[in-house]
């Protein structure tokens, strides 16, 4: 299983960035998948997660901002960050769970005030 994730940047507050990630070595579309991120000094975390059938959850942090998306075809998983806010900078992982969990390298996403 691979993983590889792509989107990020520098971006000024206020603005988009849409990440993609795309897995390989995997029947993508019997397995939840997610995003995750880890800012300088903290616990990575969770960010956004869709199910199999599509339904997503957010955390508080970024409802109303963020929407994660997927397209089983291509095998892919999107996060469409909007109103992006200088505590978004961080390393954002894309995460797919079948006997184990299995990690993309991460993209960096640096949003500047």
């Known amino acids: 299983v691979q993983l590889q994730a792509f989107g990020g940047g520098l971006v000024q507050a206020g603005g988009s960035l849409r990440l993609s990630c795309h897995a390989s070595?995997?029947?993508?579309?019997?397995?939840?998948i997610g995003w995750y991120r880890q800012a300088p000094g903290k616990q990575r975390e969770l960010v956004a997660e869709?199910?199999?059938?599509?339904?997503?959850t957010l955390a508080d942090s970024v409802k109303g901002r963020f929407a994660i998306s997927r397209d089983n075809v291509r095998r892919m998983v999107y996060l469409q960050m909007n109103s992006l806010k200088v505590e978004d900078t961080a390393v954002y992982y894309c995460?797919?769970?079948?006997?184990?969990?299995?990690w993309g390298r991460g993209t960096l996403v640096t949003v500047s005030s």
């Open positions: 869709i199910s199999t059938e599509g339904s997503s």
């Open positions: 995460k797919i769970s079948r006997d184990r969990d299995y």
């Open positions: 070595g995997v029947n993508f579309r019997l397995y939840p």
